[in-house]
Each structure stands twice: as C-alpha cells, then as structure tokens.
C-alpha cells in the first residue's frame, strides 16, 4: 500500500513547532496525490492548514498508533521517523516512568535527576541468565548480553557509553560493572571485583569535577577492561585513560569547580593529619575559588574525603603514600596563591619570602629561592650558547600555571598505574569485557582544542556504531535468507579524513608547532588556504578570522583558534623541572622518574594517555594531538577486536528536574549520539518483524474460517497478499515476516476497523435484544398491574365492611373490659393490703426463732472449740516432754554403746569368746547326734499321748468359749446402765440452763432487730456504692482486655521475630558452612597445585581426617556448660588443623599472612588441651566417687529389705488389733442394747450378789487367758518375720544385713532357760525378742534419718517463712507507696511489680528444673548401670550353673528361633568400610525403590546402640563424625541432584528422629512400644549429637531447596506468563526486540503442566524417600513461594506482560496450582498463601482503573503488595487492543495518597532467593529395629546382628 494512501480522514500527523520541536494534528480531510493543502486539527482544537511543498511533494510524518505507543524498542515502531522517536521516549519517560528503552541494539538511557530502586541485587539477579528481548530495558540486560556472549562465543566484548556532561555516563558505567561482580563472583583472588567497584570513588575524585551541566562531570575518558577466567569469574581489571582536562587545574569558568579532590581536602583540612598542610576554605585559594561556587548541594566534601580514603586503603595504597599524594595535591593549592611583581622591560619577580611559596616549597622538598628564580625566568640555548632571560608577568604566571598542570597530570597517571598493578591478575585472562566511559557529542559558545578532540573521538565511534548496526542488518536478513539491497546510509569517513589524514586539521596543527615563530593566527591562515575549497565539511565563519567550522555527524561547530597551538604543544619550563627533581621528597621524584622511564624508550607504544604534559626533551617529545590520535586508533582496534554494546546517555533537561523533558535538547542530543542514525538505516530496510505465530495470533480477526490452513506460514502469506498488494512492501524470511515502514500500522487499522465493525454487529444485535425485553417487560407489567388495582379496589371495600362490622365488636367488649378493671383494681387493692401485713407479723415472728437458734448454735461452737484447743495444747506439750527425754536417754545409751564398741578389749573378748564357742559347738555337734537319737524315740512315744490330749483341750476350750461369752454380756450390762444414769443428769441440768438462756436471748432479740433494719439500709447504700465501683472496674477491665490484646499483638510479633531470628540462624548455618567447603576447596586447589603427586587418598579419608576429632562423647556426668565448651573446643581445633602453617606454599607473602592468624590460635588450643586433660582427671575422680557411692547405695537397698520385713511385723501387729478392737466395740454395743432394753431376758445381776461375784472372776480369768494368747500370737508372727530376715540374709543383694543369729538357740536346745512361761517351751519368747530388737535397730536407724530430713524441712520452712515476711513488707511499704499514686500509676506500678514477680519465680522454676533434670540424668544413668551389673551377674551365674550342671546323657536339643536385640555388631576401624558401603557408593534411586525408607539411617543407629551396649565412646564418636563428614561430602558433590538432597534429607532425618526416640527422655518415650523403650541408650547422652544433625538436616534442606530452585527458574516464567493456556483471549501484542542471545532454534513450549509434573515428580520422589509430612508440606511452601516471586518480580520487569488478558491467564494458572494442591491434600500447608500476591497482582490487571472508588478498592484487595508494586504494575499496564486505556497518571497519584501511610518495606522485587527457616518436628517411627535386615547388595557382611 502507498504511503498516500494512508493520509485519510482522521489519520494523526506530526507537525514541526518552534517550541515543542514537533506537535501532533489530525486531519479533517482526506489527502488526494496533488493536493496543495492538508486540512488539520490540532490538540488544543484549532485547525490549520498545512502547505505541501510542490517540488519535494514532503508530507508531514504519520504518527503511530495509539498500541504501538511507549514501545520497549523503537525500531518496533510502524512510522519510523524522528517524532514518533521522541514521542515514545517522552511516554516511557514521563508517563510510565521508564528511563530505559532500546533503539535496536542501541540502550538509550534518559536521565531521572532521582534515585530509583531499579539497581538492587533483587533486580539483579531477575536479569541475571534473561534473555534481552524478555525483559524491560535495563543497562543489566545490556550487561547480562554482553556478559552471556562472552561465555556463549569465547568472544571479547565491550560496552560503549556515551553521551554529554550530565547525561549518567558513569553512574551507567558503574552499574554495568556492578552487575558484573555481582553475578559472576570472585576466582580464587577473593575481593578482585570489590577492588574494581572501589576505583570508582578515586577516579571520580580526582577527574571529575562540577560544570553548568553536571555536578559530577567526568572530565576524562576511561576505558576498563574487567578479565575473566574460564569458568567466567572476575580475576582483574585494566583502565585506560583518555585526554585528562588539565586546563581545569588552573581555571574554571563561573558557576564550576575544580575537581572534587580539591574540595575535599580543604573540608578535611581540621583533622590532624592534615595540619602540616597548613589549608584552609576553599575560598583562600587561587585554583578553588575562580567559579564562585564551592558548595555542591546535599554533596558533604568531608564524607567523600573519608570515601575515597577507604577507597584508597581497599586497593592497597597504604597511609603514608596517600598522605604524600594529599601533600601534593595541598602544594599545588598553595602554589595557585604565588604573586607575581612586574616589573619594566618584560621582567618580573616573586619575593623569596612568600608565604604560599615557602609553604609550597616545604611540602615539595625544593629549595625557595631557586624555585622562585625559575618561576620568573627561562633559559635560552642557541648553538654557541645559554643565557638566562626574564620573562613578563603573563608568562610568568602562565609557567606556574603549566607547571601545577603538570604536576597533577603526573600524579595522575601514578594513582592509575597503581589502580592497576593492584587489579592486575596473576592468572592468565581468558577474556574480558571492557566497559568505555567516555564524553558525547560537545558544542558550547566557546568551542576550543578540548571540544575539538572530544569531537574527533565521537566521529570515530559514530563511524564504528554505523558499521556495526548495518552489519547487523545484513546478518539478519541473510539468515532469514530474504532478498535485500544496498542500504544507503552516513558515513562521516571525510570529516574524519579532515582532521586525521595527511594535511589535516592536526598535521597542519603539529607543522605549525615546530615553526620557530608559530602561532594560532597563521595555523588558522594556512587551514583556510588548504582546506576551505577542498572539504565540503571544512568552512570558515563570516566575522572571524580566527576561528573555523567542521560539519560533523550531529552539528556543526565553530572553534576558536586561540589556544589551539599552546595546548597541543603543552610545553613546560624545563628549568622548573629540574628543580623538582632534585628535591628531597622521595615521592615526587618517584613521579617523575617513573615519567622519564616512559618517555626513553622511544619504541614502545603509549597504551593510556592521562594527560597532556610536556617532556624535558624536544626531540622526542609528542604532541597531545598525536598522542591522543594514536591512543584512538588502539581504542578503535580494540573495539573492532571485542562484539560491542552501546548505551546513549541522554540529559532531559539542563534544571535537572526529575522526570522533566525538554523536547529541544532531547532532539539535539538523539541526533548527536546517532540514534536517529539507527531509526534511518532500519527504515530504509524492514523496521518490523513478526513471527508466522505472532502475526497469526494478532491478525486472526481478519480471517476467514475458511482461510485458516493446516500450515501457519501459508495462511499469513495468503493473507498478506490480499491485505498488502505490493509484495515490495513485505518480505517472507524463514521464520519471520519483514515489513517495511507504515506497514504495521495499516494492518493495525484494518484491525481495529474489522474490530470496530464486529462491535457494531454486537451492539446491533444486543440493543435489538434489550428493546425487545424491555417492551416485554412492560408490556407484562401494564398487565400486572391492572390486576393488582383491581384486586385492591375489591380488598379495599371488603375491609370496610369488616371494619363496621368489628367496630360494635370493638365498643361491646371495650365498655365490658372497662369494668372488668375497675373490679380487679378494687380486688387487687384490698390483697395486696393484707398480704403486707400478714408478711410483716410473719417476718417478725420468723426473725425472733432464727436469733434465737444462731445464738445457741453459736455458743455450742464457742465451748467445743475453747475445749478442744485446750486438751490439743495440752496433749502437744505431754507428747514433746516424752519425746525430749526419750531422746536424751537413747542418746546417752547411744553414746555408751559406740564407746563400748570402739574400745579394743571388746575385740579380744569376742575374739576369745567366738573361739571358745566353736569348740563348744564341735561338742554340741557330737551330743546333739545322741539327742536326736533319743528324742526321736521320744517323739513318736509323744506324738500318741500328744493326740489325745489335744482332743481334751478342744472340748474343755469349746466349755470355756461358751462361758465366757455368757459371762461377757452380764458383765458388761452393769457399767452401761450406770453410765445412762449419769447421762440423763446432765441433760436436765442442761435443759434447765437452755431454758433460762433462751429468756435472756429473747430479750435480746427485739433490740437486735432494730439494729438490724438500720445495717441493712447502710447495707443497700454500701450495695449502690458498690454498685458504682464494679461499673468503674467493669471499665477498668475494658482497658485491660486492650492491654492484653495489645499483649498478644506484641506476642505475635515476638514469634515473627523468632521465625525471622531461626531463619537468620539457618541461613548463616549455611553460610558458614559454605565457607568451611569454600575453605576447603581453596586448600585442595592449593595443595594441588604445590604438590599434585601427594595428592593420593580418595575424597573420603581426607573428609573423615577432617572431621574425626568433631565432639567428644560425654558422660552424664558433665555439665551442660562442659558440653558447649568441648563443642567449642572442636571447632577450634578443626580449624586450626585447617589453617596450619604446613599447608601454605613456599612464598613469603603466604607465609606471613597465616603466621599473623594461626600462631594465637595455636597457644589457645595448647591451652585448651591442657583444661581438657585437667578435666579429665576430675570426671575420673568424679567417677571413682560415683562408684563408691553406688557401693553406699547397695548397702542401703539391703537395710531397706530387712526394714520392708520389720515393717511386715509391725503392718501384721496393727491389723490383728484392729480386728480386736472390731470386735471389742461389737460385743459393747450389744452390751449396751441389752442393757437399755429392760424387759430383756438377758438382765444383769445386781452389784454385790454371788452370781456378779462368779460373773466376775470368770471374766478376769477369761481375760488373763486372752492376753495370754495375744503374746503367743506375737511371738509366732516374730518368729515369722525372722525366718524372712534370715532369707534376706541369703540372698545376693542382701549382702550388708548384720543379722547375728549365731547365739540364737536352736529348738532342741536343752540349756534352754526354765523361767519362761509354759506356753515357751520351744523358745518363741526368746526368737520375738530377738527379731523385735533388730526391728528396733532399724527403727532407730530410720528415725535418725526422718528426724535429718525432719529438721532440713523445719530449716528451709523458716527460711522461707522469714522470706514471705520480707516479701509481705516490701508488699505494704509498695502498697502505700501506690495508694498515694493516681489510678492510672497505680496501675502502671502493679503491672511492672507483677512481672518483675512472675519474672523471678520463672527463674527460680528454671533453676529448679535444671538441677531436677540434672539429677534426672544421673540416676538414670545410675539406673543404667546397676542394670547391667545384675545384667552381669545374672549371665554369669547362668554360666556358672552350665558348667557345674553336667547333662547326664546326650540328647538332641531343638533349635529356638532367635530373639534379635536390634543393634548391629562392628569391629573398630570398620566405620569407614560401613560409610563407604551405606553412604559413598550407595545410590539413592535404587535404594528409594526397593529398601525400607530411612534404612541407613536405621542401620547407623543399630550400629550405634552396639557401641552404647560396649560402652565404647570412642567407636560411637567415630562412627557418628565419619557420617556426618560423608553426608556432607556426597552433599556437596552431588547436592545439585534432587534425589540425592532428598534422600539424605530424609535419612538425617530419620537418624535425629531416632537419636530422640531412643534417648531414654520421658518426653519421647510415651511415643514408644514397651520394645522401642528396652533399645533404648544406656550409656551415652548424644544432646550435642542431636543439635549437629539438626543442622546438617537445615544445611541439606536448603541445598534441596536450591537445587530444586534451579529447576524451576527456566520453568516458572515461561509457563506461568509466557504460555497462553487460553488461546485468543484478545490476541498477544509482539514485542519487535531483535532477540540477539538465542540464536539457537524455539524448544518447545513450557506450560502450566508441565511445571506441576516437575512438582508432582519432586513430591513422589519424596515420600517414596520416607521424608517427614511436616518436612514435606514446608518444601511445597517454599516451591510456591519460588513460582510467585519469580512470576511476580518478572511481571514488574515486563512492560509486555501487564494487559488484561495476562491477568486472566495468570489466574487460571494459579488455579491450576490450587487444584493441583487439592489432588495432593496439601492445602493445609500455607502453600496458597504464598501465592496471594501474585493472585492480587493478576486482580490488579483485570480491574477497573478509573475513579477514585476504584483506587480505595484496588487498596483494599492488594494487601499483599507494596506501594512500590502496585505503582508499577499499574505504570507498566499496556493495552493490547485500542479500546483498553492507559492508567492515567492522576489515578496513579491517587493510589500512592491512599497508600503514603501504610507501613511497609520500600523494595519493589520479591527476595526470590528467600528460605523459609525449617522447623523439624519430632516424628517417632513404629519401626521395630529387631525386624530390620540388611540385604544383600548394601555389601555389609562384615555386620552382625546381635
């Protein structure tokens, strides 16, 4: 289609404006080839006429459409032209907010004049790994690209920057550098990139400086070159610099400054160092005070001066030679203050006693008046002869001012040589990026030598620029294999031929420098003469002569030759020079020597130019225009050598007004830096680009069903031939479309009127639709309404009639009612008059009886009481008097006893004695056989005569029982009746005083009443007062339900923080033990390098050497605090060994670094050994003790079983007296009965007659007979009770029992004593007596003890009883101290008193259940140990028994299945073949699929319960430290395999869990089986154990968590943004970026499924490990937490992909998530809540956006972003289609006043490398250890279970 034919009615057009440079119209007509005359109207509404040049037959450019505004690229423009080029730039600059956009491979970056929060590390790495197209501009893509072409192509690269003063230049460059050291790390040179990023500050403090245009104008070029290894590490940097403005040293114009180091040291001039100086302001100086401004607004000097020090000191220049650089620099101001006197004759003087001259001098170390001689002459040398000439003042003040030029520009280049031989890499650089800062394109009313040079560089790189991009074009088209021509484009070769070629600008310039009589007005004749009529670019202004203008690439500019020949000569007096040389300040000799050193070898090539300074040699001196042309042409090579990358720095205004435009300066400088150069050469070409899929998804609308092919690439080409018929117009590549200009936009019109079109017919049809139901709808309401009128005319005369009829109803019953009530209240009247009465006569009576009776019951309780506290007292006293002398006499008999036993002829007796009786015992032995003969004939003689008397003693008992129960009721009777008749005397003196005092309390009565009335009154009046107070409480506790919800709001807070605090714990758990590997790694790459044949043991003996010595194993014994310290211990000693000095290679540099570290470290752990050892030898000690203790224990175990006997005799004692005491209390009660019933048969005799009297002795003697039988019952239970003890004596554990039973007489004794009574005969008496005294002794034993423990008890209730009195009187003084106090003090007072109570009880509570779990631990261990003694003891009285009971004949003796323990036998020095076999080499992919989940970790602690069971502490800490060192080694090799993190993961896991379940604690153990409890460990504590594995588990979750994050990177954006699940929603808008990185063919698409089958993988793969569920819900939180950061963080980096269609496509693939989550029961996890910014972001693109209810309402549902994120999602949104809006920028506003109070964090990204803290829960495993087996192929043969 011809351009022509797009000029019609309403197409927009841009019109050229004074003002605004171009404005935009509409036109009001169409446009006819011919027509003279365009018909517009303007945006303000006025309409004008545009004339048509008849010759050139230019129409004004077209403007692009409304969608194709605010495009990322420019080149994606349909109308390429210089306003569309503008008008999208001042969009995304003003609008959207947006400083970067592309122009092809152009990065044009305006200038903001504010911070923004876009250089982030966040944002950093969001670029990181992106490609370029994907992402919004940014200067890190461009530095992501350049950096991913270096590691794709093994190609050099460069990133070019430029643009005028003021434009961001070096803030660009900076950040370019950043983003390289942030994302490609350090090599093994630690700190390299730290080095690079700190040369910025000295560099901007010594070249840059304030200018009318920039503030911090770099007044240099610098080109650096940051080296990289293989694996694309920074490892150095290289600078260069270009054309050092040195004319600004002596001069700056008004409004500017010198630079900043100037400043910097007179705001630092009060510090100490600095004295010596002698500064002062910067006004008190010649070289400062020239542009009267020395202040830079919200710029501190003396803050810098601190930055460039530390600068300075990071890249290793020490104090004392920054202190030298500082004394110069202080020289050359005191030098700017030197006056010159003139004198007559061209001749002049400065006095020798200057002041700013001495000081110069001093701090230069020159002699003053030689330097003052010099200053004022020069030297003349002619072939014959030298003499000394004066010179004028001007000259002499001009030779000052060269030589302080000089000075400076050799200090210069000094402090660059040393930026880089301290970024200089030892290791060979394998490529590099080089990053050129350098100045744009400069025109200025006085243009002069500097301009010129700054100019003749930028036509250099324009020339490249231009070739590079039309190279680029050529490479596109030739891949798409599109036919193309010559693309016809500037090329500025003859301005540059101007002023480098032979009889250029410069050759005539270096001609007329060697001219004896040379100056600036001939050099100018002569370029008039040569040039003027020979180069069109080449003119000569009208009024000047000594001036001349050069047409450059962007304008042309006039120069002015004054000072042209001087500064390219830059000669210095060479006098001055020699007297600088010889000074006594090494520091400046070393400037210049090192400058000599330079300039000798004539051969070398000068590779950075700092500046332009004269040399002392004529001859070989160059000029800086030669120098500077030659250090160009190697830039240039090296540009043409790397793949560059430009950045255009644009300057938006000169006010430096934030997101301020000046159209006019904005044109100038997009001509100047050659981006409408670019828009040129892509116009001429194909400017737009599509691919099939992209065109085919937008312009599906203008196809018919029937034109949708098979094939996609068909179908547009059928298509493009009936829309387009110029087949010139477009062109079919390969796998693009390409369109000429404007061709793109008439599509975008057919589009939107085909759309326009299909929107009326819906609106036709919708309108038709909603008529015709709206006359429905009335049409059905006429009828509707008709019957209800009618329906209510009837309802409305049947109501009358009902209310006629109702109204005589209404008055018969209301007159009737009227009545009734007069009646009732006459009624109610008189009933309510009695009933009061009768109440008050009640009352009356009813209050007198209940006086009367609470009296009585009263003075009842008063009696009984006084009585009772009276016998209690009495009683006590009686029981304290017994107890005191009973214990004085056992006291005294006490001390009699020991006395008796310690004394020595007490021994000898019972030695003598015990010999003497066992002779006699020999012959009783003998005699006694002779008895037992005879007694046994005895005895069966006996036994006859025994019988029968027996069955005589039986009846005679049965005679006796009967009378004594008969004479038991009679005898009884008598005392009860006697005791009846003395009750009933009593009780009628008692009635008798009852009734006198219940007269009296009648009496009393009446006058209470009284006074009972009057309290209650003052009771109601006291209820109301209390009334108010509970009011005023209910208030009070109002408040208090707000402090404590204001409590809890504080709690939650505090477990926030705590999360956060564990989540800082475990993030700097990893990196720590990141470093540790880092650590290692470096020593492994050392020692190979220094050694590599040494290096010959496998990775895992050096990692279990590493680690063996990790914790000690401790006993219970030790303190938590000795624990900590041998942890402590470890880590030194680890690291020690880490750091020794034998580690280090042989050069001195390394040598001196660690010595500096390690040999401090060395002495502490020698230290600490020694401790270690001390301790040692006390834990023996402590154990010795321990075990004689123990012994103690055992002893008292025995006592306590003799005791347990003796407490046996007396419990049998008790019991048999109370049965008797039953009985007792039976036969009285039925005494009693028979004796209150006189008409009983059973009446006593009467007292006195001969029937009482028999009565009588039979009781006595029946009662005499029964305490006979008592004492005989006792003496058999005695009799018992010792035969036990004789047992106990028996036994094994009862060893320590002294029962002496040698003298006890046997029952056949004949020597038996004949004084006991008959019933003793076989001696029962005597046995009972025996048993009760060793009774007694234990008895007396244990009330010794009791009475111990009685007094410790009396002791700590005083102490805490006298504690409560002081805590009760700090309470009252506090108490009245508050009562003085207002209430809301008060209050305030009681709350800090009760926490600073509840605080210390909580300590007191925490001390006490440290030392009850201390304690705990002991006995259990205790506990522990005597079980495996009797363990012991038990087997070996098995073994015993074995070998003495022989079997008598040889059976068969069946096989029993045996009983496993569930522990594994190991030999020592096997760990490391168990590691290698169940760690190493074992894969976790078999393992998952065919063993038990968490079997090695079973299998670690079955060997572990082994070395519990030998009590080997050694072999557990072996076994556990070689564990954990190969978990960490396969971690750490293969961390990145997801599998193998998993599975690790879930076996430490397992192997905490089980260290917890089988600790013995009483908090694990209620989740065991009686079998788990019995595995328990024994003898080991493994608490420390348990802390460690908790943090490997941490440590291998957050490397699960990475290497799962690396997967899901590539995965998260491209399913959940790029894929369209929906497909034509409303078509895809095409982004137009020359995609530059992927070179490589489309892969396949990546959508939403499969992300949820990496999920879905990821989650089998974990249960079939056996990870915890708990574990496994905080991964999938973590997951979704990744998935919404990274889309979220790309979504506000992608202007492309904030539309309304996005954002349903963005919802629907969190709805996907959401269902995938149900499938898996995993909602509970917290998984969906991390997804809710995202939710609210896809909300936030789909709402409306209008007015301000929309803003509250888009404020209340985005809850979950920030500020900053709902701005930009806002500023970002692009229509897709033309009937979506803008957001337009008041919206915008309104959004940020509802949000500017919300408190929140000011950060735009997401912290996509976030990890949450994990929490590992406690998971017992039901697993019985006995039933686990090793199979086969683990390779574990050499276990054994046990």
């Keep these: 289609m011809a351009s022509s034919e797009l000029y019609t009615k309403h197409a927009r057009v841009w019109l050229p404006d004074a003002v605004k440079v171009w404005k935009s119209a509409k036109l009001l007509r169409d446009y006819t080839p011919g027509d003279q005359t365009l018909f517009l109207l303007l945006d303000d509404g006025t309409e004008v006429e545009y004339e048509v040049d008849r010759r050139t037959n230019n129409l004004p450019p077209l403007r692009n459409p409304n969608i194709l505004v605010g495009e990322n690229d420019l080149t994606a423009l349909s109308y390429l032209n210089e306003p569309a080029v503008l008008h999208n730039i001042k969009v995304r600059f003003i609008d959207s907010k947006l400083i970067y956009t592309y122009c092809g491979i152009v990065l044009v970056a305006v200038n903001p004049y504010e911070n923004l929060p876009i ?21 890190f893509a461009v530095a992501e690209e350049a950096y991913k072409q270096m590691a794709r192509d093994q190609q050099n690269q460069s990133i070019i920057v430029s643009g005028e003063s003021g434009a961001g230049k070096t803030v660009s460059a900076k950040y370019a550098m950043r983003y390289f050291a942030t994302v490609s790390g350090a090599s093994s040179e630690a700190d390299i990139e730290e080095r690079v990023l700190a040369s910025n500050p000295i560099m901007e403090a010594l070249g840059n400086a304030k200018t009318t245009r920039n503030d911090n104008s770099s007044r240099f070029g610098k080109y650096i070159e940051i080296g990289f290894d293989k694996k694309h590490r920074i490892i150095g940097a290289h600078m260069r610099t270009y054309l050092l403005e040195k004319s600004r040293v002596v001069f700056q114009a008004h409004g500017e400054r010198n630079y900043h180091i100037f400043y910097q040291l007179c705001a630092s001039s009060h510090l100490p160092e600095f004295k010596t100086f002698k500064l002062g302001e910067a006004d008190d100086f010649h070289y400062s005070n020239q542009g009267h401004n020395p202040v830079i607004d919200g710029v501190d000097d003396a803050k810098d001066m601190w930055n460039t020090r530390r600068a300075f000191s990071q890249l290793g220049i020490g104090e004392s030679n920054q202190m030298e650089m500082f004394q110069i620099l202080a020289a050359i101001l005191h030098l700017s203050n030197v006056e010159v006197k003139d004198h007559s004759g061209d001749r002049s003087s400065i006095l020798p006693d200057n002041a700013d001259l001495v000081v110069f001098c001093e701090l230069m170390g020159v002699p003053c008046e030689e330097m003052a001689h010099w200053l004022c002459h020069r030297k003349l040398q002619t072939t014959t002869e030298t003499y000394v000439k004066g010179v004028s003042k001007t000259n002499a003040v001009n030779g000052r001012d060269a030589l302080a030029k000089h000075i400076y520009a050799r200090l210069f280049r000094w402090i660059v040589g040393c930026i880089n031989n301290v970024l200089k890499s030892a290791v060979k650089q394998h490529s590099f990026i080089g990053v050129l800062d350098i100045y744009g394109f400069e025109t200025f009313d006085i243009n002069s030598f500097e301009q010129f040079c700054i100019n003749y560089a930028n036509e250099k790189l324009q020339q490249q620029f231009n070739l590079h991009v039309f190279k680029l074009e050529q490479e596109e088209y030739m891949k798409e294999q599109i036919p193309w021509t010559l693309i016809d484009f500037y090329d500025n070769q003859p301005c540059i031929n101007l002023i480098e070629a032979k009889l250029g600008i410069l050759d005539l310039l270096d001609e007329e420098g060697k001219m004896p009589k040379g100056s600036d007005g001939t050099w100018c004749q002569k370029m008039y003469n040569t040039l003027l009529k020979q180069n069109a670019h080449f003119d000569k202004p009208r009024l000047s002569n000594r001036a001349f203008i050069i047409h450059h690439f962007a304008d042309k500019v006039e120069y002015h030759c004054d000072g042209f020949l001087e500064k390219n000569k830059d000669t210095v007096n060479e006098e001055q020079i020699h007297v600088l040389q010889k000074s006594k300040f090494h520091f400046l000799l070393k400037l210049f020597v090192g400058n000599e050193k330079a300039t000798s070898s004539t051969n070398r090539s000068t590779t950075s130019i700092t500046g332009r300074f004269g040399l002392s040699q004529r001859g070989n001196k160059k000029t800086v225009g030669l120098q500077f042309r030659h250090s160009l042409h190697l830039l240039m090579d090296t540009l043409n050598a790397t793949t560059p990358h430009y950045v255009r720095c644009i300057k938006p205004n000169d006010h430096k007004v934030p997101f301020s435009l000046d159209p006019l300066r904005a044109v100038q400088q997009l001509r100047a830096c050659g981006i409408l150069d670019t828009i040129r050469i892509s116009a001429a070409g194909f400017p737009s680009r599509w691919t099939y899929q992209e065109f085919f998804c937008r312009y599906r609308v203008l196809m018919k ?25 477009y062109q079919f590549g390969k796998n693009k479309i390409f369109f000429r200009a404007g061709q793109v936009a008439y599509l975008e019109k057919l589009r939107s009127e085909q759309l326009r079109r299909a929107c009326v017919s819906i609106q036709k049809t919708i309108r038709c639709w909603l008529a015709r139901k709206k006359y429905l709808r009335m ?41 009734r009530i007069r009646y009732q209240k006459l009624r109610s009247a008189s009933v309510v008059i009695q009933c009061f009465f009768r109440a008050y006569v009640a009352r009356k009576l009813y209050y007198k009886i209940l006086y009367e009776e ?66 006699q015992l020999q012959l009783k032995i003998e005699e006694q056989h002779k008895d037992v003969r005879e007694l046994n004939e005895r005895l069966n003689a006996a036994a006859k005569t025994q019988d029968i008397e027996r069955e005589r003693h039986c009846k005679e008992l049965e005679n006796l029982q009967r009378s004594e129960k008969k004479t038991r009721t009679k005898a009884e009777a008598l005392p009860s009746l006697m005791e009846q008749l003395s009750f009933l005397q009593q009780e009628l003196e008692n009635t008798r005083k009852q009734k006198e005092v219940l007269e009296d309390q009648n009496n009393v009565y009446k006058e209470q009443t009284q006074q009972v009335v009057e309290e209650l009154n003052m009771k109601n009046s006291l209820l109301n007062d209390e009334k108010d107070n509970l009011i005023k409480l209910i208030l009070e506790q109002k408040q208090q339900i707000t402090e404590i919800k204001a409590q809890v709001e504080n709690t939650e807070k505090l477990q926030k923080e705590l999360i956060e605090e564990r989540s800082r714990y475990q993030s700097l758990l990893c990196e720590h033990l990141h470093l540790q590997e880092l650590h290692k790694d470096l020593k492994e790459e050392l020692e190979l390098r220094l050694s590599p044949s040494k290096r010959s043991e496998s990775n895992y003996t050096s990692n279990s050497s590493e680690c063996s010595p990790m914790i000690a194993s401790t006993n219970g014994q030790d303190s938590s605090l000795d624990k900590v310290v041998s942890l402590n211990c470890f880590s030194l000693v680890q690291y020690g060994e880490d750091c020794r000095l034998d580690n280090w290679p042989e050069d001195p540099h390394w040598k001196e670094t660690p010595s500096t570290v390690d040999l401090p470290l060395i002495l502490k752990l020698q230290r600490r050994v020694r401790e270690v050892e001390k301790d040692k030898q006390s834990l023996q000690r402590q154990l010795d003790e321990k075990e004689a203790q123990e012994e103690e224990a055992k002893d008292m175990e025995e006592e306590i079983s003799v005791g347990r006997a003796e407490l046996d005799l007396e419990t049998l004692k008790r019991q048999e007296l109370a049965s008797e005491n039953k009985k007792l209390k039976q036969d009285l009660s039925e005494l009693r009965k028979s004796l209150t019933n006189e008409n009983s048969e059973l009446m006593p005799p009467p007292v006195g007659s001969t029937t009482y009297n028999v009565l009588l002795e039979q009781l006595n003697s029946s009662n005499e007979e029964l305490d006979m039988r008592k004492e005989e019952v006792l003496l058999l239970q005695s009799h018992i009770v010792r035969q036990e003890a004789m047992k106990y004596k028996d036994a094994a554990l009862a060893e320590g029992v002294s029962l002496d039973l040698s003298d006890v007489p046997s029952f056949q004794d004949v020597d038996r004593s004949t004084d006991i009574h008959t019933l003793n005969e ?19 034993c ?39 106090l207002p209430e809301d003090a008060r209050i305030e007072v009681g709350l800090e008193l009760e926490i600073t109570r509840l605080t210390q009880e909580n300590l007191e509570l925490m001390e006490q259940q440290d030392k009850q779990d201390k304690t705990i631990v002991n006995l259990k261990n205790d506990l522990q140990l005597y079980m495996k003694r009797v363990e012991e003891f038990q087997a070996h009285q098995r073994k015993t028994s074995i070998g003495t009971n022989s079997p008598a004949k040889g059976a068969s003796i069946p096989r029993k299945e045996r009983e496993y323990q569930g522990m594994l036998e190991y030999k020592e020095g096997e760990e490391s073949h168990l590691v290698k076999c169940l760690v190493l080499d074992l894969k976790a992919r078999g393992v998952a699929v065919r063993f038990l989940p968490g079997l090695p970790a079973y299998i670690i602690f079955m060997c572990l319960r082994y070395a519990d069971r030998v009590n080997d502490d050694q072999r557990a800490s072996t076994l556990l430290n070689s564990v954990l060192c190969s978990i960490k080694g396969v971690v750490k090799r293969r961390g990145k395999d997801f599998d193998v993190s998993s599975f690790w993961l879930s076996n430490t896991c397992r192997l905490l869990h089980c260290l917890k379940q089988y600790s013995g604690d009483e908090t694990f153990k209620t989740h065991n089986t009686v079998k788990q409890n019995e595995h328990c460990l024994t ?15 941490v440590q291998i979750y957050r490397q699960l968590i990475k290497s799962m994050e690396d997967t899901l990177q590539p995965l998260i954006v491209s399913s959940m943004l790029e894929h369209e699940t929906i497909h034509g929603v409303l078509g895809s808008k095409p982004t137009g970026v020359r995609k530059r990185s992927s070179n490589s063919p489309e892969e396949d698409a990546v ?69 995938w989550l149900v499938e898996l029961e995993l909602t509970d996890c917290g998984a969906k809540e991390m997804l809710e910014p995202l939710i609210q972001a896809a909300q936030l693109l789909q709402v409306k956006k209008k007015t301000e209810a929309d803003a509250q309402a888009i404020c209340s549902m985005c809850t979950g972003l920030t500020t900053a994120q709902i701005v930009k999602v806002l500023t970002l949104y692009t229509p897709v289609i033309e009937f979506e809006e803008r957001v337009t920028t008041t919206f915008i506003a309104t959004i940020k006043n509802i949000l500017k109070d919300r408190e929140e964090s000011s950060t735009l990204m997401m912290d996509a490398k976030k990890i949450f803290s994990v929490t590992i829960s406690f998971s017992p495993s039901s697993v019985a250890l006995e039933t686990i087996q090793i199979p086969a192929s683990l390779n574990l043969n050499f276990l054994n279970r046990i």
Excluded at 782 to 793: D, E, M, N, S
Excluded at 800 to 810: G, M, P, S, W, Y
Aim: aromatic letters at 8%; a positive charge.
């Design 854 to 919: 609470k009296a009585l019951v009263i003075q009842k309780w008063v009696k009984g009481w006084l009585s009772r506290q009276h016998y209690q007292r009495t009683r006590t006293n009686i029981i304290l008097l017994q107890s005191c002398v009973r214990r004085i006499l056992a006291k005294k008999k006490l001390k009699k006893l020991k006395v008796e036993a310690r004394s020595v002829e007490h021994f000898k007796n019972l030695s003598v004695g015990m010999e003497n009786k066992i002779m």
């Design 119 to 139: 250089y982030e590390a966040d944002i950093i790495h969001a670029y990181s790994g992106q490609n370029m197209a994907d992402m919004d501009p940014h200067i």
């Design 1579 to 1593: 003898n080991f504590e493994l608490t420390e154990y348990q802390n460690v594995f908790a943090d490997l588990a």
């Design 779 to 819: 049409k059905q309401s006429a009828i509707t309404l008709q019957k209800h009128v009618r329906g209510h005319q009837a309802r409305c005369y049947v109501h009358f009639l009902r209310r006629t009829k109702a109204a005589v109803v209404i008055q018969r019953n209301v007159r009737m009612w009227a009545a």
């Design 705 to 729: 069903q029937k034109d949708v092919l098979p094939d996609g690439k068909l179908t547009c080409q059928n298509l493009l031939k009936k829309l387009i018929r110029d087949q010139n117009l």
């Design 1342 to 1380: 244990q009330m010794q003890k009791l009475e111990m423990q009685h007094s410790a008890r009396y002791e700590k209730l005083l102490e805490e009883v006298n504690m409560l009195k002081e805590e009760k009187e700090q309470q009252q003084k506090l108490l009245a101290q508050t009562l003085q």
């Design 1647 to 1715: 959508t939403v499924e499969v992300l949820l089958q990496q999920l879905g993988l990821w989650h089998t793969t974990m249960i079939k490990h056996g990870m915890d569920s708990g574990l496994i819900k905080q991964v999938v939180r973590q997951q979704f937490y990744i998935i919404c950061a990274v889309t979220l963080n790309h979504l506000l980096l992608r202007k492309d992909m904030c539309s309304w269609s996005k954002g349903l496509q963005i919802r629907y693939n969190v709805w996907q998530l959401e269902e």
């Design 1322 to 1340: 076989d001696g029962e008496l005597w046995l009972a007596y025996e048993g009760l005294k060793e009774t007694n002794r234990v008895l007396e």
